[in-house]
């Protein structure tokens, strides 16, 4: 696909539908460089890749936040697990 403006070639959604399973798992790092060596000189509009790049980060920063969060509510629910048992009422003891 090419801008009209620049002649310059955007990543469609197919194109990034093939680059994003290809860097899914990887690092924000071997992501971009793959990227920029699929893009390396093919006349692509700089600002499309970039965007696509920023699109990859945002989803990585989200699976990360999304694992912090889903530790945290483990904890959280550990800690009022253990206060609810810690807090039941002892049976009465026999004499």
């Known amino acids: 696909?090419?801008?009209?403006?620049?002649?310059?070639?955007i990543l469609d959604p197919i194109e990034r539908a093939k680059l994003g399973i290809k860097v899914f798992n990887l690092p924000f790092d071997e992501a971009e460089a793959i990227i920029d060596d699929y893009v390396s000189g093919?006349?692509?509009?700089?600002?499309?890749?970039?965007?696509?790049?920023?699109?990859?980060?945002?989803?990585?920063?989200i699976k990360s936040k999304g694992a912090e969060l889903l530790i945290t509510g483990g904890e959280i629910i550990r800690l009022v697990t253990t206060a609810f048992f810690q807090n039941l009422p002892k049976p009465p003891q026999e004499r």
């Open 1 to 9: 696909m090419e801008q009209h403006e620049t002649g310059q070639r």
């Open 42 to 61: 093919k006349n692509y509009d700089q600002q499309s890749v970039d965007y696509f790049k920023d699109q990859i980060a945002t989803e990585k920063n």
